[in-house]
């Protein structure tokens, strides 16, 4: 039956070889740092304390973060203006920004058109169907994520007879 001796490499000769491979080779080669590393990377670093750098990389976050919210809310009202539009709420919102015939208000217009057929086959379809696909795809995407969260991050190998 032999050894339960489960080290079927010999380490010690194989890094040898390896080793005398690398050599051949001229590897691993010594790199010389790059000329004046330490004033390259006190050049990149904040000329103020840390905590001063911290707190204005948080106000800059927050800026972007306002302006972010900001251009989306935006969107979401020009989308919800369009959406109520489309359902016959009024004029169409490119009307608001222009004639339609140019620039915003021709793209606004073009998004309109394409969208009345599309809420008008959503429409037909019926909105208890719908919400049923939202939950059940809602449902499908949390149990995917369940799953996948629970999965081990490797597998033992089984140990052979």
Same mark, same amino acid.
């Given at each position: 039956?032999?050894s339960?001796?489960?080290?079927?490499?010999?380490?010690?000769?194989?890094?040898?070889?390896?080793?005398?491979?690398?050599?051949?080779?001229?590897?691993?080669?010594?790199?010389?740092?790059?000329?004046?590393?330490?004033?390259?990377?006190l050049?990149?670093?904040?000329?103020?304390?840390?905590?001063?750098?911290?707190?204005?990389?948080?106000?800059?976050?927050?800026?972007?973060? @306002? %302006?972010?919210a900001?251009?989306?809310?935006? +969107? =979401?009202? #020009?989308?919800? $203006? /369009?959406?109520w539009?489309?359902?016959? !709420?009024?004029?169409?919102?490119?009307?608001?920004?222009?004639d339609?015939?140019s620039?915003?208000?021709?793209?606004?217009? @073009? %998004?309109?058109?394409?969208?009345?057929?599309? +809420? =008008?086959? #959503?429409?037909? $379809? /019926?909105?208890?169907?719908?919400?049923? !696909?939202?939950?059940?795809?809602?449902?499908?995407?949390?149990l995917?994520?369940?799953l996948?969260?629970?999965?081990?991050?490797?597998?033992?190998?089984?140990s052979?007879?």
């Open positions: 039956m032999g339960r001796d489960d080290n079927f490499v010999d380490d010690e000769r194989a890094d040898v070889a390896f080793r005398r491979l690398l050599a051949r080779s001229g590897q691993p080669a010594h790199v010389e740092p790059p000329p004046d590393i330490v004033t390259r990377s050049r990149r670093l904040p000329d103020m304390p840390p905590a001063l750098a911290a707190q204005q990389a948080r106000r800059r976050a927050a800026i972007r973060r @306002t %302006l972010w900001t251009l989306l809310s935006g +969107l =979401g009202l #020009v989308v919800l $203006l /369009g959406v539009s489309v359902l016959g !709420g009024g004029a169409p919102i490119a009307m608001l920004f222009g339609g015939a620039g915003l208000s021709r793209w606004l217009l @073009t %998004l309109h058109l394409l969208a009345k057929p599309l +809420l =008008g086959t #959503v429409g037909a $379809l /019926g909105a208890p169907l719908l919400a049923a !696909g939202l939950v059940m795809g809602v449902a499908i995407a949390w995917w994520w369940w996948l969260r629970r999965a081990p991050a490797y597998a033992y190998a089984e052979g007879p």
